[in-house]
Each structure stands twice: as structure tokens, then as C-alpha cells.
């Protein structure tokens, strides 16, 4: 009996053999690129799952890495620009205090002109300071608060008033519009102090004490490995909102509803900007007096007091700035150091993330990873046999319409 052969059967069994072997040599290739030992289940089911949860836990620990990284960085810039503020009001070289110092000796204020050099450095740093509290990590202001997005603080003088003007802009959840909080430097019974202005046409409405205080008790609390969820106070705060940071109050303390507006604009007149500003007003009244031919005006001017006061008065008022910095600066200090705190507990859980990331690549490796020279001595192997399988088709290719076997 004899059985013919079609050339068509030949290159049907001839094709599935190629692709076969071409499937095979893609595998190892696979094996090669992607480091994984099996491509499915069935290859070795326990081990094929049990990388699945190493995948889920893997992809877990990157997502953490990620999210914490970001908001290191995020306090780290907080950290610089409470450092900053600081180091602008009494800390660092030639700094706000030493100014003030300087100018309360009698040699050294004789002269309107050496009076105004010390008053317009000072509205320098006060714009130095602001500046550090509109410190950015990327596009996002980190004394925002809540809102990451509006430029926070901005402080304007008006130097034929004496006019200040401190100016906290903050924008709440679901509003188009931002609200501006203006607080205004004025004389009340011989000092003076900030002063919250009610709220102006074309405003928001919310320029009041009530949304001061929201504004002020807005926290980003996240989970990075310490305290509950349950409970969110023992997770730490991301947020330092400006306005905090100048007054030295919490948002913690705000929450527990003991502060008043009155509060605030204390603590605000006490700040960084608010002594600096008091020493710029006290300093412009005395300039005045000084180019008056030592006359004392006692005309009311825009912040409430005289237009001028004499030299008694002047180291009267900047001694009690004096003694008041340093009082801030400390508070500052504490500030920093909490911050600093909140950074370390950051990189300590940073650091075991990376440990876990470590530790799941090592398991990861020896339970579904692939041997390199294995994978790489088995896929030159494939590939030695796909070559071969590829010459077979030039003898096919001369075979004759029919092939007759015995």
C-alpha cells in the first residue's frame, strides 16, 4: 500500500513545528526581559500566586515610598522657611534684632538719615520673611494650609500714612473666589497692634473671626505607619499654615475653641512681621521728629497716634520690640523643632519601606525569579533550533508536486 505525501501536509506539520519553536524561543526571551521564572499559573501554580501577593505587597510599598517622599520634602521646605524666618528676625548675621539693637544707642540715632537706612532694611527683611511664607515645593504653597494653590501673604506700606498692612489670602473647599484677611497695623492706648479690617465690598463675606479660626484649624493628617485611624490626633499633621506659624498657636489649640480673635491679633502683633512692622511705624514717627526740628506733632495720623513722638519715647517703644523678639524667636525655635520631629518620623518609616522593598525583591527573586545564565544558555538553545527549523524550509521548498513512499 502506498501512501502520497502533498507538499500542503509538509508545510502544515513543517509550520507547527516553526511555531512552536518560535513560541518557545520567545518565552526564554521573555524569561530574559522580565526576570520571572513562569508566565502563568499552571507552569507552577504555588509559586505563580504566591508571586501575585508579593506583587500586590510590592506595589503597596512603592505607592507609600512615593506618597511619604512627597511630603518629606513637603516638611523640609516647611523646616527651611520657619529656619529662615527666624534667622531673618534674630538668629542669623545682621538679623532684625541686631538692627533694632544698633539703633537704640543714642550715638546711633541722631540722624534722620541713619534712622531710615535701619527702617528700610527692616521692610526689606519684612519682605524676606514673607517671602519664607510663600515658600513652594513644587507648584504648592506649603503654608497654605489647605489651599496649596494662592500665593498666602503679602504686606503693603503706605509711607505717607504710616499705613500696613498684612494681607493672608487663603481660598476654603468649594469657594471660586479666595478670601483676603487684612490685618492692619493701628495705635490702641499707646501700642500698637494688629487689627483684623471687617469685611470690604466685593469681598467674600468670610473676612470675619469665624473663618480666621477654620482657616487657621485646617490639618493634613496622614498614616505613615504610627499611631490609629481611628483615632486622628495620634497621626501626624502635614499642614503648617502660615498664619500658625506666625502666631505660634495650632491648629490643635484652635480646635479646642479657647481663642478669641483678640487672641489672634496678639499673637500676630507679637509676630515676626508684627514686631518688625512696629519698629518700621515707630521708627518713620521718630524720623518725623527728627526732620520737625525735634517739634512734636501730635496730630492723629492713620495708625491712631501722633504723627511724631520724641527720642524717649522712641527707645521706650523699640526697647520693648527688643525684648519682645526674642520671646518670638524662641517661639520659632519650637516650631522648627517640631517640625523637625515630624521629619524624622517620616524618614524612619522612608527607611523601613525601603527595608520591605528590599526584602520582598529578595523573595520575590527566589521563589518566581528566573536563573540569568539559565534563561540565557536556554534561549541561544531556541534560538539555535529556530535557525535550523528556518533552513529545513529551503529543502521543502525543493521537493516535487508529489512525493511517493513504499
Request: glycine residues 8%; contains cysteine.
Amino acid at each position: 500500500m502506498a501512501m502520497r505525501v502533498t507538499n500542503s501536509a509538509l508545510y502544515r506539520q513543517y509550520t507547527t513545528s516553526v511555531n512552536d519553536v518560535h513560541s518557545q524561543l520567545n518565552k526564554s526571551m521573555n524569561k530574559i526581559s522580565s526576570g520571572k521564572a513562569y508566565e502563568s499559573a499552571a507552569e507552577n501554580p504555588l509559586a505563580y500566586y504566591s508571586g501575585q501577593r508579593m506583587d500586590t505587597d510590592y506595589r503597596d510599598v512603592l505607592s507609600k515610598k512615593t506618597l511619604l517622599t512627597d511630603i518629606d520634602k513637603r516638611l523640609n521646605q516647611q523646616e527651611m522657611g520657619v529656619r529662615s524666618l527666624q534667622s531673618t528676625l534674630a538668629t542669623g548675621q545682621d538679623n532684625a534684632a541686631s538692627r533694632i539693637s544698633y539703633i537704640l544707642n543714642s550715638t546711633n540715632n541722631e540722624t534722620s538719615t541713619t534712622v531710615g537706612t535701619i527702617r528700610d532694611d527692616l521692610i526689606q527683611k519684612q519682605q524676606s520673611m514673607v517671602n519664607n511664607l510663600n515658600s513652594k515645593y513644587e507648584s504648592f504653597y506649603v503654608f497654605g494650609g489647605n489651599d496649596l494653590t494662592t500665593t498666602p501673604f503679602s504686606i503693603s506700606y503706605d509711607s505717607d500714612t504710616n499705613d500696613m498692612v498684612l494681607t493672608y489670602t487663603h481660598k476654603f473647599s468649594g469657594d471660586d473666589k479666595a478670601t483676603e484677611f487684612k490685618f492692619k497695623m493701628v495705635e490702641d492706648g499707646g501700642e500698637y497692634c494688629f487689627k483684623l479690617q471687617p469685611p470690604a465690598a466685593g469681598g467674600t463675606g468670610k473676612e470675619d473671626e469665624q473663618h480666621l479660626l477654620l482657616a487657621m484649624s485646617e490639618q493634613g493628617r496622614v498614616d505613615i505607619g504610627y499611631g490609629s485611624i481611628h483615632d486622628t490626633k495620634t497621626l501626624i499633621d502635614t499642614y503648617n499654615g502660615g498664619l500658625n506659624v506666625l502666631t505660634g498657636i495650632t491648629s490643635d489649640a484652635i480646635r479646642t475653641g479657647n481663642y478669641k480673635l483678640a487672641d489672634i491679633e496678639k499673637a500676630m502683633t507679637n509676630s515676626a512681621l508684627g514686631l518688625t512692622g512696629q519698629g518700621v511705624i515707630t521708627m518713620n514717627k521718630y524720623m518725623t521728629y527728627l526732620d520737625n526740628d525735634r517739634t512734636i506733632d501730635a496730630t492723629p495720623d492713620a495708625t491712631g497716634g501722633a504723627i511724631s513722638i520724641d527720642k524717649a519715647e522712641f527707645q521706650e517703644k523699640l526697647g520693648k520690640i527688643s525684648s519682645e523678639i526674642q520671646i518670638t524667636s524662641d517661639k520659632l525655635g519650637n516650631i522648627y523643632s517640631n517640625i523637625g520631629n515630624k521629619t524624622n518620623q517620616l524618614e524612619t518609616t522612608l527607611s523601613r519601606l525601603e527595608d520591605e522593598k528590599l526584602a520582598l525583591e529578595t523573595q520575590y527573586a527566589d521563589k518566581l525569579g528566573a536563573d540569568p545564565y539559565d534563561s540565557i544558555v536556554e534561549m541561544f538553545a531556541h534560538q539555535r533550533s529556530y535557525y535550523a527549523s528556518l533552513q529545513v524550509s529551503s529543502n521543502i521548498m525543493r521537493m516535487s508536486l508529489f512525493d511517493f513512499m513504499g
